[in-house]
T-cell receptor
Framework: GAVVSQHPSRVICKSGTSVKIECRSLDFQATTMFWYRQFPKKSLMLMAT?????????EQGVEKDKFLINHASLTLSTLTVTSAHPEDSSFYIC????????????FGPGTRLTVT | GQNIDQPTEMTATEGAIVQINCTYQ??????LFWYQQHAGEAPTFLSYNVLDGLEEKGRFSSFLSRSKGYSYLLLKELQMKDSASYLC???????????FGKGTKLSVKP
């Protein structure tokens, strides 16, 4: 199956700093990428959807100025958590969808963010 | 609105069969996925159903009834490594996004 990578896998940052998470599709072109967050023992919550070269579409309740998403190429999307606070600590997962098999999404391994 | 229901937890014995049910109510439907997720890891794809009926893939099978808004994941010959959360997800909604249920935590005991 298709491979999606995320970097870093774990990050600890201080409150008030910004953190960038990268999501790459390694062997296919991802026309659409999705960013999810997951709290312990909870399901995945979609934060935003991004199409290459377009502005991301954010879900209701997700602050677009706090969670900056860039999808500059068909293989790379980034999520930047700006001015992070302890409540932003979570598991962030990206997924990617190619243009061929239109409904199948491939997930990255996730990034564990801890804000101290 | 969008609603996907599945049991929170299930327990089964190694070597047995377990069925995890999922019911959904979404404003659109373009298929239903089952994912497996081990603690601290990202979900991995198990199955995709878009037409009614049973899809079999090795020890795992998935069933869909669109008229009933119902699916199940059947796991046979359970192994200890099958202990994980199983997520039901529907491709639907006004934006055509993947909507996840809360997951069923399966514990396989010897």
């Amino acid at each position: 199956g298709a491979v999606v990578s995320q970097h870093p896998s774990r990050v600890i940052c201080k409150s008030g700093t910004s953190v960038k998470i990268e999501c790459r599709s390694l062997d296919f072109q991802a026309t659409t990428m999705f960013w999810y967050r997951q709290f312990p023992k909870k399901s995945l919550m979609l934060m935003a959807t991004s199409n290459e070269g377009s502005k991301a579409t954010y879900e209701q309740g997700v602050e677009k100025d706090k969670f900056l998403i860039n999808h500059a190429s068909l293989t790379l999307s980034t999520l930047t958590v700006t001015s992070a606070h302890p409540e932003d600590s979570s598991f962030y997962i990206c997924s990617a969808r190619g243009s061929g098999r239109s409904y199948e999404q491939y997930f990255g391994p996730g990034t564990r963010l801890t804000v101290t | 609105g969008q609603n996907i229901d599945q049991p929170t937890e299930m327990t089964a014995t190694e070597g047995a069969i377990v069925q995890i049910n999922c019911t959904y109510q979404t404003s659109g439907f373009n298929g239903l996925f089952w994912y497996q997720q081990h603690a601290g890891e990202a979900p991995t794809f198990l199955s995709y159903n878009v037409l009614d009926g049973l899809e079999e893939k090795g020890r795992f099978s998935s069933f869909l009834s669109r008229s009933k808004g119902y699916s199940y994941l059947l796991l046979k010959e359970l192994q200890m490594k099958d202990s994980a959360s199983y997520l039901c997800a529907v491709y639907g909604g006004s934006q055509g996004n993947l909507i996840f249920g809360k997951g069923t935590k399966l514990s396989v005991k010897p």
